[in-house]
């Protein structure tokens, strides 16, 4: 016997999504979990894909659905200008042209990890496009509910170390740097 649960606003904890243009959507959700008679919101990282079609030919992404009440801000590239100490335009030249690099290597079956710090890895394996969260990620974001959080999330090693030099040496990484 399935009980619904009543849906809670997401924006109890200021919930918020940042869209990186032509690459996709970073955003926390949470969610209700019914444990032993007891509900549990549950935050966790999703990454909703924006990459046009075209430059995934024969490639699947898991499509993830952003609830209507998350607040998606663009990319703050001032901020992140700021924080690199490189002039605006460099900035948006530079996030603008990894992501055509991104979708080039896609499209040609270079499948390189992408690498975002601190977050996870967007990465293509057997024709399957998706963002694996570090562990840290996910544990920083839920601390009281973390094993279910955990268990809803996509999981990735916690640093790029684990990988051989081989995949280490052609993977991208950028944001923040």
């Known amino acids: 016997m399935s009980q ?7 924006c109890l904890f200021c919930v918020q999504g ?3 243009a032509e690459l996709g959507t970073f955003a ?21 894909l924006d990459i046009d079609e075209l430059w995934l030919e024969e490639i699947y992404c898991p499509t993830e659905i952003l609830p209507d009440d998350v607040k998606i801000e663009p990319l703050n590239y001032v901020k992140l200008s700021q924080a690199t100490s490189f002039p605006l335009h ?10 055509l690099l991104y979708c080039f ?31 840290d990620c996910v544990e920083r974001l839920e601390s009281t509910a973390g094993l279910f959080a955990l ?9 790029l170390s684990v990988f051989s030099g081989e995949t280490t040496a052609r993977g991208i990484q950028m944001f923040p740097r």
């Open 105 to 135: 290597l896609l499209r040609n079956k270079e499948h390189v990890p992408f690498a975002f710090r601190d977050i996870g890895v967007l990465t293509c394996k057997d024709g399957v496009l998706c963002m694996k969260f570090y562990l």
């Open 18 to 20: 940042v869209r990186v």
């Open 151 to 159: 268990l809803q999330s996509k999981m990735w090693p916690a640093h």
């Open 28 to 48: 926390v959700v949470q969610e209700q979990v019914l444990v032993k008679q007891e509900l549990l919101l549950v935050k966790r990282p999703v990454f909703q």
């Open 90 to 99: 460099v900035v948006k030249n530079c996030v603008q042209e990894t992501i």
């Open 4 to 10: 619904e649960l009543p849906r809670q606003p997401c």
